[in-house]
């Protein structure tokens, strides 16, 4: 999955360049860098990518392993769960049989070894059971309130690493994650995903018939992708199907795979600030800058070259420089710029969205 827009990290990530295709994770894209993570379990030619319709040509020039057939342009962002059931109705089509793996395009996982495993557990235990949607839970290392939690059951017999789902917790406040992992019995949400796609697409003619109707439509008739696509309902995997199957609606069963591994969404500009390195003030930069009695900030400069960002006095703060947009705010308030977009587009157009 790599449509996202990614607000939060404008104006690196704009409507032309979506945060899965910024380079600024060690001179790969995250989508390169989740690209990567699957060599040696996928092959090229059976890797898929769902996008934006706009970003379809510049995800091939990321790729050019992948055959440009499998690059799947959506012409509007319909949420999760159309980013995942047309793939499904799609590869079914193709191949009733198919096992699936649902990875995200926007995370920094570590170490990638750890992720493989995982990986082919997952598809080891949807072969195995055909009612089986598999996810994967992170193994929490802090009581983070930016990320979705699973509770566990019971261990899954003959997969020790692989439990039960008993229910889906939403962002919790610092005291009820403390509580999550005082108990042992959570893991966060990772949003990814492993299942036969005729077993997805089970539980959508039972859940939500309208969407599984359409979905099947647009796997015989691509040409009429522009007229239903953007019909679909808007709504998340999690809340369409995993939450009402955890609970006992449709007809499989949710387990989570266990994953060990240092795991960061990189959704916003804390989280991107973390995969930068770092000074020895704590200034995490960039590109060409330079900062004195400086500590903590976060400077990216990506405008054009003989372009400096000079710093003096600043501490807890991002700086972010493009050719046409200068971003300044208080790191603690990194959060509100996909409401900074917002007022831009209502005063300026979408010129600078």
């Not at 008993?166 to 990772?190: C, H, I, V």
């Not at 795991?263 to 500009?269: I, L, R, S, Y």
């Amino acid at each position: 999955m790599a449509g996202g827009s990614g607000k939060r990290l404008w104006p690196l990530s704009r409507q032309d360049m979506p945060k899965q295709l910024l380079k600024v994770v060690g001179g790969r894209s995250l989508l390169r860098i989740a690209f990567d993570r699957l060599d040696g379990i996928v092959p090229a030619d059976r890797v898929f990518v769902c996008t934006g319709a706009d970003y379809a040509d510049v995800v091939a020039e990321e790729l050019p392993e992948v055959p440009a057939a499998n690059i799947l342009g959506e012409p509007e962002g319909r949420d999760s769960l159309n980013a995942v059931a047309w793939p499904a109705a799609i590869l079914a089509a193709r191949d009733p049989e198919a096992v699936v793996a649902v990875v995200t395009a926007d995370q920094i996982m570590h170490p990638v070894a750890a992720f493989g495993v995982a990986l082919e557990e997952g598809f080891a235990v949807a072969e195995e059971d055909p009612r089986a949607l598999v996810t994967f839970g992170v193994v929490p290392t802090s009581p983070h309130t930016g990320y979705g939690y699973l509770q566990r059951g019971e261990d899954l017999p003959g997969h020790p690493s692989v439990s039960r789902v008993l229910a889906f917790k939403e962002k919790p406040d610092r005291a009820t994650a403390e509580a999550y992992l005082a108990t042992g019995q959570y893991w966060w949400n990772s949003g990814m995903f492993v299942w036969r796609a005729t077993t997805l697409l089970d539980q959508l003619r039972q859940l939500l018939p309208e969407t599984y109707a359409s979905v099947l439509e647009l796997a015989q008739h691509g040409d009429r992708l522009a007229e239903i696509y953007p019909s679909l309902v808007k709504i998340s995997v999690d809340y369409a199907v995993m939450e009402p199957v955890s609970l006992g609606r449709g007809s499989a069963h949710v387990v989570a795979v266990r994953l060990p591994i240092t795991w960061h969404d990189v959704g916003g500009f804390a989280a991107l600030s973390e995969q930068l390195p770092r000074d020895p003030q704590g200034n995490a930069t960039s590109g060409s800058s330079v900062l004195v009695d400086a500590r903590d900030n976060l400077v990216i400069n990506n405008a054009e070259e003989g372009r400096l960002v000079a710093v003096v006095g600043l501490s807890e703060t991002v700086i972010v420089q493009t050719p046409q947009i200068t971003l300044v705010c208080p790191m603690s308030d990194a959060e509100r710029v996909k409401e900074l977009v917002a007022q831009v587009t209502s005063q300026l157009g979408r010129a600078y969205a």
